[in-house]
């Protein structure tokens, strides 16, 4: 059953007009504000964080903080002050060799930044939660992806993975993709999430991690392979509490989307922990704006626990906004309401 509506948020910079944007959420059926928070949020913006926590929580708001774009190793359209201040550090090509604009998860430089940037947030701002939004290797995407087509090329093959690699298996790191190399990438890729999560839950014990990994068919013949595409790797780890996956487009077939549910309820119940879906509150609108109810109803079908959107007022105002973007936010709205039984 849902019990859970989020919304994801931007605007950190007053409270005050936090506290309106809030309000709004909470007519619109809002239960959960997932707040983007960016690099430079954190490093500039920092003392009106857990006044705004605070304010959420005042207005009845659970919290969720979203490291959004961090290293650009999630989601994100935000810049990365990691990537500006260290040259060294990022994700490399395997075929190329060449230092790409992504931050290498797998190094102690970028594992230490993410852990303290977390760890202090969680010490200062008093969230109910962590979100880790889609994180990802830059490469590859492949064509089961909703992203992207396909691609030979994969990352990382920075030293320190290279050295890593080859202290465990004994030999070279290949420059193509086996089933070593699979392994090593989707062991790794846990490890920082994991440490941060156990680190995040050693000073707030009821701390929820939710972890939001691409929503791709991961069949026989196609997989993602970005580092999060081992669903069974990433629902068994103990340090996670709810199992998400991502956005998928309107233009969709309504069978992909209900397979991608099911599939996400599935991995969720099998390791004990909660289930969210997501829908496409930017960007794109669906054709026919009753495609949200019903999309909503097969998440309640298959037996979702928390449905999220991103974004408040469908991206309004912004270069990934929505057509009809705050008609889009009022549809999202409305199925809030009327999933959680509002009056
Ligand atoms: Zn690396």
């Not at 998860?105 to 993410?114: H, V, W």
């Not at 996956?245 to 233009?251: G, L």
């Not at 099911?262 to 794109?284: C, D």
Request: charged fraction near 25%; aromatic fraction near 16%.
């Amino acid at each position: 059953m849902i019990t859970q509506t989020s919304i994801s948020y931007y605007g950190l910079n007053y409270v005050e007009h936090a506290e309106a944007d809030f309000k709004e959420m909470k007519s619109h059926g809002v239960t959960q504000v997932i707040l983007a928070v960016t690099e430079f949020d954190f490093d500039f913006w920092r003392p009106n964080i857990p006044a705004i926590v605070d304010k959420a929580h005042e207005l009845g708001l659970r919290v969720l903080i979203d490291p959004w774009g961090n290293g650009k190793y999630f989601g994100g359209e935000q810049v990365s002050k990691f990537l500006q201040d260290n040259v060294e550090n990022r994700q490399v090509s395997a075929l190329t060799g060449e230092k790409l604009p992504y931050a290498c998860f797998n190094t102690n430089s970028y594992r230490d930044y993410f852990k303290n940037f977390c760890t202090t947030l969680a010490r200062e701002a008093k969230p109910d939660g962590f979100f880790w939004d889609e994180p990802h290797y830059a490469f590859p995407k492949g064509i089961a992806s909703i992203t992207g087509g396909v691609a030979d090329d994969w990352t990382c093959y920075c030293p320190v993975c290279r050295k890593r690699f080859e202290d465990y298996y004994g030999y070279p790191m290949p420059k193509y993709m086996t089933n070593d190399v699979k392994q090593f990438r989707w062991r790794e890729a846990l490890v920082v999430l994991s440490e941060t999560s156990k680190a995040i839950k050693e000073i707030r014990k009821d701390c929820e991690i939710t972890c939001c990994v691409h929503a791709t068919q991961n069949g026989y013949y196609v997989s993602e392979y970005r580092g999060y595409d081992n669903w069974d790797l990433v629902g068994s780890c103990p340090y996670f509490d709810v199992f998400s996956t991502t956005i998928v487009n309107w233009a969709l077939p309504e069978d992909f989307y209900r397979e991608i549910t099911k599939r996400t309820v599935a991995i969720a119940k099998k390791y004990g922990k909660l289930s969210e879906r997501w829908l496409m509150g930017y960007y794109k609108q669906p054709k026919d704006f009753a495609q949200i109810d019903r999309w909503v109803d097969i998440a309640a079908e298959e037996g979702v626990d928390r449905i999220a959107a991103w974004t408040y007022r469908g991206g309004y105002g912004t270069v990934v906004g929505a057509p009809d973007a705050l008609k889009l936010w009022d549809a999202i709205g409305e199925n809030y309401r009327r999933v959680l039984g509002a009056k």
